[in-house]
């Protein structure tokens, strides 16, 4: 389980083995028209977030997150109320695609970076330091592809 909190968290997944195939040929850029898909099932809050969660695809130690990055690949937020489950699928290609390119996929070794995203405080003012807690999670990652 992936917890989500008030702090980045990350876990490592492999691709599905009857997806790897298909994923490696659109990291080599030989994908044609497939999408690669992550699948984040069971994601649970048992309590309303303050935050959502931007999801990055082998975001490199030490890189500070943004949306320009090709490793950014959408955002996770809760809609449901707390304590019940959804599942969230988010289109990785074109980041799968990048990271091929840049000699920085391999299908045995994913791993997904998930970074707080709240309100920014106003010009001159700071936010609170962070409650060290974790506001729900993730209980299945999945990368899948489909298409030819």
């Known amino acids: 389980m992936v917890q989500l909190g008030a702090t980045p968290s990350s876990v490592e997944v492999a691709v599905e083995p009857e997806a790897g ?3 490696n040929a659109v990291a ?5 028209r497939a999408i690669v898909l992550l699948e984040l ?3 649970r809050f048992d309590e309303q977030p303050e935050y959502t969660y931007e999801v990055y695809v082998n975001l490199p130690p030490g890189r500070t997150p943004g949306h320009q990055l090709p490793n950014y690949v959408g955002s996770v937020a809760s ?4 304590g019940h489950e ?3 699928q988010l289109d ?3 980041a799968v695609r990048a990271l091929g390119a840049a000699g920085a996929w391999d299908s045995r070794r994913v791993r997904l970076t998930f970074v ?9 003012m700071r936010a609170p330091p962070p409650e060290p ?5 993730i209980a299945r990652v999945r990368i899948a592809a489909a298409g030819a």
């Open 116 to 124: 707080p995203s709240g309100v920014e405080p106003p010009p001159g």
């Open 21 to 23: 195939d298909l994923v």
């Open 86 to 88: 959804t599942t969230t």
């Open 41 to 43: 099932g069971g994601v």
């Open 92 to 94: 990785i290609t074109a």
């Open 79 to 82: 809609y449901a109320p707390p």
């Open 133 to 137: 807690r974790s506001f729900g999670g």
């Open 28 to 32: 080599g850029g030989r994908g044609g």
